[in-house]
T-cell receptor
Framework: DGGITQSPKYLFRKEGQNVTLSCEQN?????MYWYRQDPGQGLRLIYY???????QKGDIAEGYSVSREKKESFPLTVTSAQKNPTAFYLC???????????FGPGTRLTVL | RKEVEQDPGPFNVPEGATVAFNCTYS??????FFWYRQDCRKEPKLLMS???SGNEDGRFTAQLNRASQYISLLIRDSKLSDSATYLC??????????FGAGTRLTVKP
């Protein structure tokens, strides 16, 4: 089945630790995105990548880092510099220039 | 002011009711418009795109008014399974999607 997978579904970390969230897609999509969702707010873009080995900052990139070494994979690292990391993180992908983005099931990160 | 604004609800309606959601956007250069559905603690899923001429998909009708920068979603004959949060989404450029905070709908028996 084609789709986007994110792992793990739930993640707990201690304050001050870096953590990496996985996102993999087998849809052959060129573009991939990371969003963060907080209660009562719309999704906010963290980073996006239109092509392998290239990525751009979104609106709230501070405290996050990404890599795009393979077309299928776009991992997100939440660093200790991110002040409020507890949130629901969603990865999405789309074909280049397409209107529609398809989302993975999300990772719920809680920093204790 | 948020770029995409929605009434958060909640809207509580009985089965079979007709319910309408509204959304306004502030960027007049916005190019494409969508409604996504998000179930509790799940990912958003595309419900339908919204076109200037209005479009319908079964019990769902979406309309766009570019002059007023206003988008609507009408759900007829509500089902229990329609209970979800409905996100209004506006695309400014190829990779620039702006999401509303969502309107929560609960359909009751």
């Amino acid at each position: 089945d084609g789709g986007i997978t994110q792992s793990p579904k739930y993640l707990f970390r201690k304050e001050g630790q870096n953590v990496t969230l996985s996102c993999e897609q087998n849809l052959n999509h060129d573009a991939m995105y990371w969003y963060r969702q907080d209660p009562g707010q719309g999704l906010r873009l963290i980073y996006y990548s239109q092509i392998v080995n290239d990525f751009q900052k979104g609106d709230i990139a501070e405290g996050y880092s990404v890599s795009r070494e393979k077309k299928e994979s776009f991992p997100l690292t939440v660093t200790s510099a991110q002040k409020n990391p507890t949130a629901f993180y969603l990865c999405a992908s789309s074909t280049q220039g397409a209107d529609t983005q398809y989302f993975g099931p999300g990772t719920r990160l809680t920093v204790l | 002011r948020k770029e995409v604004e929605q009434d958060p609800g909640p809207f509580n309606v009985p089965e079979g009711a007709t319910v309408a959601f509204n959304c306004t956007y502030s960027n007049s250069a916005s190019q494409s418009f969508f409604w996504y559905r998000q179930d509790c603690r799940k990912e958003p899923k595309l419900l339908m795109s919204v076109y200037s001429s209005g479009n319908e998909d079964g019990r769902f009708t979406a309309q766009l008014n570019r002059a007023s920068q206003y988008i609507s979603l009408l759900i007829r004959d509500s089902k229990l399974s329609d209970s979800a949060t409905y996100l209004c989404v506006v695309r400014r450029a190829s990779n620039d999607m702006r999401f509303g905070a969502g309107t929560r709908l609960t359909v009751k028996p």
